[in-house]
C-alpha cells in the first residue's frame, strides 16, 4: 500500500481544502513560517484520529509531549470552534499483494456464510480515496466527526454523516463499486422499494465508526421500508461487506502510521550519562535520542549500513566509524555509541566532534533501517555542510529502491537536496546511471511549495521534468538568493 495524496482543509493555516499528491520522497519548501510542518503535523494528527479516535488531541501520541497539538480549538484555522477541519488520504493498493483486508468475520462466521449463502465479502478496491470532517459540538463540548466519505477512482460509494448534539450518525450514502459482484438480493433496487438509498440510522455518536470491530446494524433502520427484519445471515453479510470497503483499508493506514518516523528539528548530542534505552519508543525519535538507541541495540546490518554512510565516498567520506559500547555487568549494563577516527584509531564522543554529526546521525539511521518505514524529518540539513546535504539525496533514493514501500516527508531549507535530485533525474533519463541504487524518475520525488497569501498557506505541486529542471516556475523567486548574490 501507498498513500499517494494527502487531503488537508481548515487545519492551521490551510483554511481551503487542498489535495496534494505525494510520492516515496516529498520535499516540502518555502520560506519560514509558510506552512512547510504543517503538512507534516497534519499526517500526525490523522493518526490521532484514525488509530486512536483522539479528535481532541492535545499531544502526538507518536512524538510525545515535544509535539504540542493544543486541541481541536487551537488546530481549526483561525482557532474559530465553528469551523472544520477535513483530513483525507488516498492509499493504492495495486503492488501490494501483502496488504489483506480484513473482512470482520471470525472463522466460524464465514463458514456460517459460506454455507448458508455460497458468499462471503468481497469488497476491495485498488484505490481508496477518503476524507473525514471533524468540528466542534457546543451542546457536548466534544470535537466529534461529522462526515466521513469514501470514494474510489473518483467514484463515491459510502458516507456516513453526524449532526451536532445527536446521539446516533446515519449511514447517508452508499452505491457499490462497478466491479463488486452484487447478488440480486443485495441490490439497493431491491432492497428499498424506492429503488434508491434510503438513510440508515446507526448507534454511534461519530461519523467515523471504530476501525477494529465490524458495523453493528442490529439496532439500526435496516428493518427497511418493508419493516421486515432481514435473516441474520444477511445482516450480517451487509455489516461484514460494508466494513471490509470502508474499515478495512483505514486499519491498515492506521498501521503504517503506527511506524512513522518523525524527526523534529532539534537533535540532541548525546553525552556520557545520556541513558540508551534497548525498547525505544517512536516518541523519542522526536529529539534524535531514538536514533542512537535503534544503533546501539542493532544488529551488524545496520551498523554496516550507517558506516557505510559516513565512510563511502558515495555519501559523507567523513572518516568515522560508529560502533556500541557496554560499560559495566548485566544487569545493569549501559549501551552508548562511541566514534573512532578512521585514520588514527582514536576513540571519540560525540561531544567531540562537529555538532553535524549527531544532528545528521538520526536521519542516516532512520534510512538504514530495512522496513516499510514512514520517516518524517524537519530540516535533516541542520548543522551539515552542502556536500553531505547534497548525499541525503542520494540516502533517500536508496533507502525507496531498496524497499519501494519506504516513503520520506521532507521540509527543507536545503537547495543542494533538491539540486541532487535533480541531478539524478536528468542523469536517469539519459542513461548515465543505472536506475539503481541512485536513479530518479517522474515518480519517485514529488516537490510541494508553501508560500503565504493573505494569512493563509497555499501548497504548489510541483514536479520534475527529464531534463533535471521543474514542470512549473519555481514560484515567487525562492532560492532566487543564490542567482542575486551571484550576479
Not at 17 to 28: D, H, S, W
Not at 147 to 172: A, D, L, V, W
Not at 428 to 455: H, M, N, R, W
Not at 459 to 480: H, Q, R, S, V, Y
Request: glycine fraction near 6%.
Amino acid at each position: 500500500m501507498k498513500i499517494t495524496s494527502l487531503t488537508i482543509g481548515g487545519f492551521k493555516g490551510i483554511k481551503n481544502k487542498a489535495t496534494i499528491p505525494l510520492a516515496p520522497i516529498t520535499l516540502f519548501f518555502g520560506a519560514n513560517s509558510t506552512g512547510k510542518s504543517t503538512v507534516l503535523h497534519a499526517l500526525l494528527y490523522l493518526y490521532e484520529v484514525v488509530a486512536k479516535r483522539n479528535f481532541d488531541a492535545q499531544y502526538s501520541s507518536i512524538t510525545g509531549e515535544a509535539l504540542y497539538f493544543g486541541g481541536f480549538h487551537n488546530l481549526v484555522h483561525g482557532k474559530q470552534l465553528d469551523g472544520v477541519i477535513t483530513l483525507g488520504a488516498t492509499l493504492d493498493f495495486r503492488d501490494g499483494a501483502s496488504d489483506i483486508w480484513d473482512d470482520y468475520l471470525s472463522d466460524s462466521e464465514r463458514f456460517f456464510l459460506e454455507n448458508s449463502l455460497m458468499l462471503t465479502p468481497d469488497a476491495e478496491t485498488d484505490v481508496f480515496t477518503f476524507e473525514i470532517d471533524i468540528r466542534w459540538d457546543r451542546q457536548k463540548q466534544r470535537a466529534f466527526v461529522s462526515r466521513y466519505e469514501c470514494s474510489s477512482h473518483r467514484i463515491k460509494f459510502f458516507q456516513i454523516e453526524t449532526k451536532q448534539g445527536m446521539p446516533n450518525s446515519q449511514i447517508s450514502h452508499y452505491q457499490p463499486l462497478p466491479h463488486w459482484e452484487v447478488e440480486d438480493e443485495f441490490k439497493i433496487e431491491n432492497l428499498f422499494p424506492s429503488g434508491e438509498w434510503k438513510n440508515i440510522t446507526i448507534e454511534i455518536q461519530d461519523s467515523l465508526p471504530r476501525i477494529d470491530k465490524r458495523l453493528d446494524l442490529s439496532d439500526s433502520t435496516l428493518q427497511w421500508e418493508t419493516k421486515v427484519a432481514l435473516p441474520i445471515d444477511s445482516m450480517l453479510f451487509i455489516e461484514a461487506a460494508l466494513s471490509q470497503a470502508t474499515l478495512a483499508p483505514l486499519k491498515l493506514l492506521a498501521k503504517k502510521l503506527n511506524d512513522l518516523i518523525h524527526i523534529g528539528p532539534l537533535r540532541i548530542v548525546p553525552t556520557r550519562s545520556t541513558v540508551l534505552n534497548k525498547k525505544s519508543n517512536s516518541d523519542r525519535w522526536y529529539d534524535g535520542t531514538a536514533g542512537w538507541e535503534t544503533f546501539a541495540f542493532a544488529k551488524m546490518a545496520l551498523h554496516d549500513s550507517v558506516n557505510k554512510k559516513f565512510n563511502s565516498p558515495e555519501f559523507f567520506n567523513a572518516g568515522y566509524q560508529f560502533q556500541p559500547v557496554t560499560y559495566g555487568e548485566e544487569p545493569q549494563s549501559e549501551k552508548r555509541v562511541e566514534l573512532t577516527e578512521v585514520n588514527t584509531g582514536i576513540k571519540l564522543t560525540p561531544t567531540n566532534v562537529g555538532i553535524g554529526i549527531s544532528q545528521v546521525f538520526p536521519f542516516v539511521v532512520a534510512t538504514s533501517i530495512d522496513k516499510e518505514l514512514l520517516v518524517s524529518c524537519e530540516q535533516p540539513e541542520l548543522h551539515i555542510h552542502p556536500k553531505w546535504q547534497l548525499s541525503l539525496a542520494d540516502m533517500m533514493l536508496e533507502a525507496v529502491h531498496n524497499n519501494p514501500d519506504r516513503m520520506f516527508f521532507i521540509e527543507s531549507h536545503s537547495e543542494h537536496i533538491l539540486l541532487r535530485l535533480l541531478k539524478r533525474r536528468r542523469q536517469t533519463a539519459d542513461e548515465e546511471i543505472s536506475y539503481l541504487p541512485f536513479g530518479c524518475k517522474k515518480q519517485d520525488v514529488q516537490i510541494i511549495f508553501c508560500e503565504q497569501q493573505k494569512g493563509q498557506t497555499k501548497l504548489i505541486p510541483i514536479k520534475t521534468t527529464d531534463e533535471g529542471e521543474f514542470d512549473a516556475p519555481w514560484p515567487n523567486g525562492f532560492f532566487e538568493e543564490r542567482g542575486e548574490e551571484l550576479f
